[in-house]
């Protein structure tokens, strides 16, 4: 069983400060995704990383997987309140299959 | 090109009565699997379904909740004999043949058992 911490579990910012959160595991994942959950609705798929060392940017958000693939991170630039939401990081493994496990998440709240 | 469906929003049940769900894919995927969410917490795996088949429902209660995919029309999760603890979001997501390309998630369905 994979063990998947995403920290920090809450985190409060100002509009215009960076954030980073994590995503972190023993396993070695074959890809791993990035949602966000906004109160009352579903989680939205941000970006899926495959390869280790990937970066991708989305706007003011990038993503970055870890070398050996087991860890990811998302840094926002210059939050902004409609970046408020869940912030689930889901991998995937070849033994899970189609199967998604999703992280507890790190709730983002940008205050204007 | 409607995304995942999913109704009633919102659900209210007294303990003992039984609860319906229901999730239509995204059309062309042939992939549904249901999680619940609680308060404050992340997503928790319940089910995995094809077409008529249950994949995975390592995450499922082995009492009172079952959940079917038919072949024709919406898959269906069933909770009996609700409690209060079965209060929670419930939300259906579909993919393509693999979930490489990631879930669409429908909005959910809030349970509340009174």
């Known amino acids: 069983t994979q063990l998947l911490e995403q920290s920090p579990q809450f985190l409060s910012i100002q509009e215009g400060e960076n954030l980073t959160v994590y995503c972190n595991s023993s396993?070695?994942?074959?890809?791993l995704q990035w949602y966000r959950q906004e109160p009352g609705e579903g989680p939205v798929l941000l970006v899926t990383?495959?390869?280790?060392?990937e970066v991708k940017k989305l706007k003011r958000l990038t993503f970055q997987f870890g070398d050996a693939r087991k860890d990811s991170s998302l840094h926002i630039t210059a939050a902004q309140p409609g970046d408020t939401g869940l912030y689930l990081c889901?991998?995937?493994?070849?033994?899970?299959?189609?199967?998604?496990?999703f992280g507890g998440g790190t709730r983002v709240l940008v205050k204007p | 090109n409607a995304g995942v469906m999913q109704n009633p929003r919102h659900l209210v049940r007294r303990r003992g009565q039984e609860a319906r769900l229901r999730c239509s894919p995204m059309?062309?995927?042939?992939?549904v699997y249901w999680y619940r969410q609680l308060p404050e917490e992340g997503l928790k795996f319940m089910v995995y379904?094809?077409?008529?088949?249950?994949?995975?429902e390592s995450g499922m209660p082995k009492e009172r909740f079952s959940a079917e995919f038919p072949k024709e029309g919406p898959s269906i999760l069933r909770i009996q004999q609700v409690v209060r603890g079965d209060s929670a979001a419930y939300f259906c997501?579909?993919?393509?043949?693999?979930?490489?390309?990631?879930?669409?998630f429908g909005s959910g369905t809030r349970l509340t058992v009174v």
């Open positions: 997501a579909s993919s393509p043949g693999t979930a490489n390309y990631g879930y669409t």
């Open positions: 396993s070695v994942f074959s890809s």
């Open positions: 990383v495959v390869t280790g060392g």
């Open positions: 889901a991998p995937s493994t070849k033994a899970a299959g189609n199967k998604l496990t």
């Open positions: 059309k062309g995927h042939s992939h």
């Open positions: 379904l094809q077409k008529e088949n249950i994949i995975d």
